[in-house]
Nanobody
Framework: QVQLVESGGGWVQTGGSLRLSCAAS????????MAWFRQTPGNQRELVAT????????YFIDSVKGRFGISRDNAKNTLYLQMNGLKPEDTAVYFC?????????WGQGTQVTVSS
C-alpha cells in the first residue's frame, strides 16, 4: 500500500512558477517509477511527466518540455514537479502517481490555477 499527499498548488499569474511536492508513505518509494498527471473539468487525466526509480530517466509531454522539471528525493520519499513559465492552459488539478508492480496509486490532487 502506498499513500501519496500532494502540496504546493495555488494561484499564480502567467509566467510564474510553482513547485509541487508529493510525500509518499511506505518503504517501496525508491523502487517505484513516479509520475505527475493533471486533469481539467470534463477531461480525462493527462500524463505530464514521469521519473524512473533512480531519478536518472524522465519523460515530459511536449506541452511542458523546457518549462517543467521532475525530480525525487528517495531519502525523503518525496517527488517534486517544478513548474516554470506557467500558462493558463496549465490550470488543472495535479496528481502524484506511484507505479508499483501490483498497482497504480494516486494522490488526492492539488489545484493549480494560472491567471492570464
Amino acid at each position: 500500500q502506498v499513500q501519496l499527499v500532494e502540496s504546493g498548488g495555488g494561484w499564480v499569474q502567467t509566467g510564474g512558477s510553482l513547485r509541487l511536492s508529493c510525500a509518499a508513505s511506505g518503504r517501496s518509494f525508491s523502487r517505484n517509477t513516479m509520475a505527475w498527471f493533471r486533469q481539467t473539468p470534463g477531461n480525462q487525466r493527462e500524463l505530464v511527466a514521469t521519473i524512473s526509480s533512480s531519478g536518472d530517466t524522465n519523460y515530459f509531454i511536449d506541452s511542458v518540455k523546457g518549462r517543467f522539471g521532475i525530480s525525487r528525493d528517495n531519502a525523503k520519499n518525496t517527488l517534486y514537479l517544478q513548474m516554470n513559465g506557467l500558462k493558463p492552459e496549465d490550470t488543472a488539478v495535479y496528481f502524484c502517481v506511484a507505479e508499483t508492480a501490483a498497482a497504480r496509486y494516486w494522490g488526492q490532487g492539488t489545484q493549480v490555477t494560472v491567471s492570464s
